[in-house]
């Protein structure tokens, strides 16, 4: 891209004619305006500030819908959590209590099985015992006729 061109030199811009700085600058009389700005400037000063009052009670007031907002949206965050806390008790409680009938459930089937258990214990040691007495009547016999043939 080529380079931009600057803007004529002052004595090429003119049509030959000469620019007249002197000072003829015709300014009228501050005295007669003065009292008339004066009181544009307080005119302004009171709208300024009604402006700001106004900006500040809508600020104001937007502040308090905020604050009324994220008091209600933290209530209600709070409100979902007290709601979901109650649902995990309850849900803890049901499984607590299903646990505690299946302890009691198991204790038990152990009970039954020790008193089994100990029912077979006494069976088989009285089946020993019966078959020990046989045993030693047999051998007792035995005994008897191996004397009783000498």
């Known amino acids: 891209m080529p380079p931009r061109r600057k803007g004529p030199v002052p004595a090429e811009a003119g ?7 002197g000072s003829d600058f015709n300014f009228p009389s501050p005295s007669g305006h003065l009292p008339q700005g004066l009181q544009n400037i307080e005119k302004w000063k009171s ?3 009604e402006i700001r009052k106004n900006i500040a ?29 109650a649902q995990l008790l309850t849900r ?4 607590l209590e299903k646990r505690t009938a299946a ?3 198991i204790n038990e089937r152990v009970e039954w099985l020790r008193e089994e258990s100990a029912y077979m214990a006494k069976l088989v040691i009285d089946v020993y015992d019966g ?6 009547e047999a051998a007792k016999a035995v005994e008897g006729q191996d004397a009783g043939k000498k």
């Open 15 to 21: 049509s030959g004619t000469e620019v007249d700085f």
């Open 47 to 49: 709208r300024r500030s």
């Open 57 to 85: 009670a809508d600020h104001a007031k937007g502040l308090g819908q905020l604050k009324k907002g994220i008091a209600k949206h933290y209530k209600d965050e709070a409100q979902k959590r007290t709601t979901h806390n």
């Open 92 to 95: 803890l409680i049901a499984a």
């Open 103 to 105: 302890e009691e459930a």
């Open 131 to 136: 078959r020990m007495e046989k045993a030693l």
